[in-house]
């Protein structure tokens, strides 16, 4: 991807909101949220209805941390399973775990890496 993915900021934020602290409203947390939206395949209209105030920012927020979360464990696990089929001389079966997660993911960085991971197997 081209743009920069700055995900480290949003977990740190979406943990003090876990932790019970107030989401702060500030024109550098809604940018954040409106650029990491993108980043992780959400609408634009919907990300720009839910930065209109600070409930459905934090649940918005909340969205963009469990796709990110998701997204790494769904390729984690896809990158373990292909490890483990390579070594065991099952490349088919590798493609097929890379192919099933290019069915499922949606976050454009994770489907990259799923494409890369894919062609290596070649």
Known sequence: MAEDID???VRELAARVEAGEALE???GVRELLLRTAQQVAMPKSDAQAAVQDVATATTLLREIRT???NSSMRMM???SEVRRLRQAGDTAG???VMEHLLTVEVVPLYRELAEI???DLD
Do not use: C
């Open 67 to 69: 796709r990110i979360r």
């Open 7 to 9: 995900w480290e900021e």
């Open 117 to 119: 991971a894919l062609e």
């Open 25 to 27: 409203f500030t024109p």
């Open 94 to 96: 590798a493609r097929e």
């Open 77 to 79: 696990k896809a990158r």
